[in-house]
């Protein structure tokens, strides 16, 4: 059975290109993103590295680490990095774990159990390996979603969905298409009462929907 939301994240320890990590320490306090790759020098993973090298500044403003999976080795990612930095004209600072046994691939439900990498391997073999996980401070699941290896993900999604996520915590939800500064919405277990001694003043547009500022 594969990860479900708000399930605590399995733990492992791993290589990377910056050194060992055990994923739960090196998580810490923060919030983290997983996002995983089936091949070092592929096309669009390229550019998706880059895209996420691009928001170095952003990740940090949300107290975010991010990480990235790939079934390659240590080598390979350094060798890597250089291209992702140079096509995104940005310092690809994260680290990139090696996978190359499969096991967090496999640990993280992205991959059978069966799966196994093949002499001259190419991107096809290791297809599934290309999701995205939001993790809390708790280490629990917040979100995942993965992709076809044609599509290239769209970071700027990923990192709206974690201004939800992180906005979620204060005990709100955030309705379709949010971003930053637009209202949110009081959730149907809030009463009223409760509702206007914990937000103030709010917008009731059905019983059930009820918008309100966003706390800060």
């Known amino acids: 059975m594969g990860l479900r939301i708000n399930d605590v994240v399995p733990d492992f320890t791993a290589e990377t290109d910056q050194g060992s990590i055990s994923f739960h320490d090196w998580i810490g306090d ?36 991010v990480i990235g999976v790939s079934v390659d080795g240590v080598e390979e990612h350094k060798g890597w990095k250089k291209d992702i ?17 499969l096991e967090v691939s496999k640990l993280y439900d992205m991959l059978p159990a ?39 993900r769209n970071f700027a ?3 709206r969905a974690l201004d939800g996520l992180q906005m979620s915590a204060k005990g709100v939800a955030t309705p379709a298409n949010w971003v930053p500064g637009e209202d949110v919405i ?5 009463s009223n ?18 918008k309100v500022k966003a706390p800060e």
């Open 30 to 65: 923060s919030w983290a993103i997983l996002f995983s790759h089936p091949k070092d020098f592929t096309p669009v993973c390229t550019t998706e590295f880059s895209a996420v090298a691009q928001l170095n500044d952003e990740w940090a403003k949300r107290n975010t680490k």
């Open 85 to 101: 930095e140079s096509y995104g004209n940005a310092a690809a600072g994260f680290p990139i774990i090696a996978d190359g046994g």
């Open 114 to 152: 069966d799966a196994y990498l093949p002499d001259g391997r190419t991107p096809a073999d290791s297809a599934t390996v290309r999701s995205v996980f939001i993790i809390g401070p708790d280490k629990q699941l917040k979100l995942s979603m993965t992709y076809p290896m044609t599509v290239g």
């Open 157 to 159: 999604e990923i990192l």
């Open 186 to 190: 009081i959730p149907p277990t809030v």
């Open 193 to 210: 009462e409760d509702a206007k001694a914990k937000f103030g003043e709010f917008e009731t547009i059905f019983p059930y929907l009820r």
